[in-house]
């Protein structure tokens, strides 16, 4: 009862979600309208009028959409079972149906203005219920992101090659298994829950707490110390890491004042690894 | 230079292969298929081969190497066969499209040109590489694996550690990865190159053929020439605009044209509601199995399936409304 219960939840807020960024869908329905009720169909366009009009209510109606949902597996979105829904084929085609019929030289009031102005004024309409002309990427920070990251896996690569047991920060091993087969401590699924789906691994508390414990490096308001970096370490090549990348910024967040400036030597030293200084990172190389 | 060949191969061959499926599958009406037609049911073909390939590596052990001379064999070979069975139906007279041409108005420039600029900016997202959106996918991690290990799911992508506790059966089963991984071998593509930039163009092609062939049902009159083309205007326009959320169909085309979901959506649905619509059910079972071989389905039965059962349905109940409207004018 609770999975029924479960599955007209997720169909209803999915709903909701759905209509919540952008319109199209309002608007297929509106063209939905326009074609099954004011517009003059022939055959196909007809028989598709019809199969979108009851796809649609499936779609919507909380009932149908989790029978839907349940059909199209759990490893899908609600967002998915408007696959049976040919939105964009149905925009399109009551969109030039009306364009056309506005466009039609018998009709009486059909003038240059007056089709120039209903063509801008359909495709306004659909620039309103779209993006506006605004990217859902952001091209500008993933560009800076992916390079940046390139930048330091290639010098831990020309480093010490390919061979080795990586762990880093998060915003590092998003990128590192795209090009080479250098293994990681852990993947993106970490913190992109939806690639669990893909896989039956799940990773040790020692792994998530060392992830946690990464991720928050960079954070301005904590407070380390040595021990805990060198802990942590241990921890880390014990269990079969070869390679570290911490951020060079943790050493602000030191309560050891009198280590700061000399905290590469004094890391290689206590944790018995090699240590490199790069742009943003300290890079330790477990000896 | 191997872009160039990797597209080449990636057109001509599954057109060839695709109108000789065609023309063993409607041999009276050969000549009423499109080559837009022949490039979709070409792709269902590569799909299919794909997938034999994808199955003799999991089952077999096969190398990644092995399978892809397996595959580029195959692919040689049936557009081959496909080129062969058109020459046979051109000498017959039913290879020869006979349709008048018409000659285009200053309207239908108009609107081609706008159709011309909005996709040359589709591809120019696309191709920007830097508009991909990863969440929840792990394609290019997977092909790469693949590459570097020259076996199929023997590392966790992820990771590149070896398995554990492994990966569901049908995720193991799922050839598209495969696909993408033999076209990096065979045209010595990288994995980026090929799957965020090249494959997204391709599938954009080929929805473009898909709304096409559509559009040409939908408008099918002589004198509709126009319509289509205002169609296909529209349809480009929403894919530009539609880029809002993830799941939208332009969502899928500019920021991750190479995912399962992404080709089902805008190739095989669309294609098989022009199957619907024009009846042609036969192609139907190639549509149905492509997606089952890409993207996680219940038990084989996906989207597409009941895109082809709705259809259906319709279809019927359109018969006989317009059986019954028939016998009352005959009454009267």
New interface residues.
């Given amino acids: 009862m609770g999975h029924v219960w479960n599955w007209l939840r997720d169909a209803w807020m999915g709903w909701t979600k759905y209509t919540d960024a952008g319109k199209l869908v309002v608007l297929a329905l509106a063209v939905l309208l326009y074609l099954g009720f004011f517009a003059k169909n022939r055959g196909s366009q007809k028989k598709m009028v019809r199969y979108g009009m009851v796809a649609a209510t499936i779609c919507i109606c909380p009932v149908t959409a989790a029978v839907l949902m349940f059909y199209q597996t759990r490893f899908y979105d609600y967002q998915w079972i408007w696959s049976v829904v040919p939105l964009t084929a149905l925009i399109a085609l009551g969109g030039t149906v009306f364009l056309t019929d506005q466009w039609n030289e018998k009709k009486e009031k059909s003038t240059w203005v007056r089709n120039a102005f209903v063509t801008l004024a359909s495709v306004t309409v659909v620039f309103l219920c779209g993006n506006l002309g605004e990217s859902s990427v952001d091209v500008a920070q993933a560009r800076e992101d992916r390079v940046a990251a390139q930048v330091v896996l290639e010098e831990v690569r020309a480093r010490y090659g390919e061979d080795l047991c990586l762990w880093a920060p998060a915003e590092i091993l998003e990128y590192a298994r795209l090009e080479g087969n250098m293994e990681l401590y852990y993947g993106r699924n970490m913190w992109d829950a939806a690639l669990d789906a893909y896989s039956y691994e799940t990773y040790s508390p020692e792994q998530k707490r060392l992830y946690q414990w990464m991720e928050t490096l960079d954070d301005w308001d904590i407070q380390i110390s040595i021990k805990e970096i060198q802990s942590n370490l241990e921890h880390a090549f014990a269990d079969g890491v070869d390679c570290v990348l911490l951020p060079t910024e943790m050493s602000d967040w030191l309560q050891e004042t009198e280590t700061k400036e000399s905290l590469p030597e004094y890391l290689g030293e206590i944790c018995d690894c090699e240590v490199t200084e790069l742009t943003d990172f300290y890079l330790m190389k477990k000896r | 230079m191997n872009i160039c060949l990797l597209f080449a191969c990636m057109t001509v061959l599954p057109v060839l292969a695709g109108r000789g499926v065609l023309a063993i599958l409607y041999r009276k009406q050969a000549r009423k298929f499109y080559i837009a037609e022949g490039l979709i049911v070409g792709w269902l073909v590569v799909i299919g081969l794909a997938q034999v390939a994808h199955l003799a590596a999991v089952f077999l052990g096969w190398s990644l190497r092995k399978v892809t001379v397996l595959f580029a064999a195959c692919c040689i070979v049936v557009a081959l066969t496909g080129v062969l069975i058109g020459l046979a139906g051109a000498k017959a007279g039913k290879g020869v499209d006979e349709r008048p041409h018409k000659s285009l108005t200053m309207r239908s420039y108009g609107l081609i040109t706008v159709w011309i600029l909005l996709s040359v900016w589709q591809v120019m ?1 696309i191709v ?1 590489q ?4 990863r ?4 394609t ?2 997977t092909v ?2 693949f590459l ?2 020259d076996g199929i799911y023997t590392v ?6 070896g ?6 059966f049908r ?1 193991k089963i799922l050839g598209l990865p495969t696909l993408y991984a033999m076209l990096c071998n065979l045209f010595g593509i ?3 190159e090929l799957v965020w930039r090249m494959i997204p163009v391709m599938v954009l092609l080929l929805s473009y053929c898909a ?1 096409w062939v ?2 040409k ?4 009159s002589d004198k509709e020439g ?2 289509r083309l ?3 205007v ?2 480009a ?15 899928g085309l500019l ?1 991750c044209g190479y995912r399962a ?1 992404t080709i ?2 805008l190739v095989l ?2 294609y098989a ?1 022009f199957l ?2 024009r009846k042609k059910w036969r192609v139907a079972l190639p549509v149905v199995l492509a997606e089952a071989c890409i993207a ?3 038990y084989g ?1 996906g ?1 597409s399936l ?2 082809l059962a ?2 259906a349905v ?2 019927r ?2 018969k006989k409304e317009a059986a019954g409207l028939r016998s009352v004018q005959k009454e009267a």
């Fill in positions: 997202t920007s830097e508009s991909v959106y969440v929840g996918d792990m290019v991690e790469e694996s570097q290990t966790n992508p992820l990771t590149g550690r398995y554990e506790a492994g990966i569901p995720i990288a994995t980026t709304f559509l559009g049902v939908l408008f099918d126009e319509k205002l169609f296909m529209f349809t326009l929403l894919f530009c605009v539609g880029d809002y959320a993830f799941g939208m169909d332009g969502f920021h979901v089902r959506n649905i669309p509601f619907g619509l996680w389905t219940f039965m989207m009941v895109v709705g259809m319709i279809s109940l359109q």
